[in-house]
């Protein structure tokens, strides 16, 4: 079955870096898109960033220019480096698979911008 499993994320303080890891099983990974979304507290999630089956990106303006969506087919990986951290980026965040008209979800890894 597919399964997403979502890591690197912790706290960092203001202007920091974190990359986050998103390992997949289950499907024929480097033939379909993946994304990020995140959830904050007491908000709805929202999409972060999406790379498609061919390498093409695409960002939240929010995030634009801070943040790079990668993939690693080799690795059944698909990566979000995250630079400039503001308290704002604070969520728990979510690696997806759209295969079909269906979204696969990870289990979600906290962020949390803070000094």
């Known amino acids: 079955q597919v399964q997403l499993v979502e890591s690197g994320g912790g706290l960092v303080q203001p202007g920091g870096s974190l990359r986050l890891s998103c390992e997949a099983s289950?499907?024929?990974?480097?033939?379909?898109?993946m994304g990020w979304y995140r959830q904050a507290l007491g908000k709805q999630r929202e999409p972060v960033a999406h790379i498609n089956h061919r390498g093409r990106p695409n960002y939240a303006d929010s995030v634009k220019g801070r943040f790079t969506i990668s993939r690693d087919n080799a690795k059944n990986t698909v990566y979000l480096q995250m630079n400039t951290l503001k308290p704002e980026d604070t969520a728990v965040y979510f690696c997806?698979?759209?295969?079909?008209?269906?979204?696969?979800w990870g289990q979600g890894t906290q962020v949390t911008v803070s000094s």
């Open positions: 289950g499907f024929t990974f480097r033939l379909y898109a």
């Open positions: 997806t698979a759209l295969i079909g008209t269906n979204n696969y």
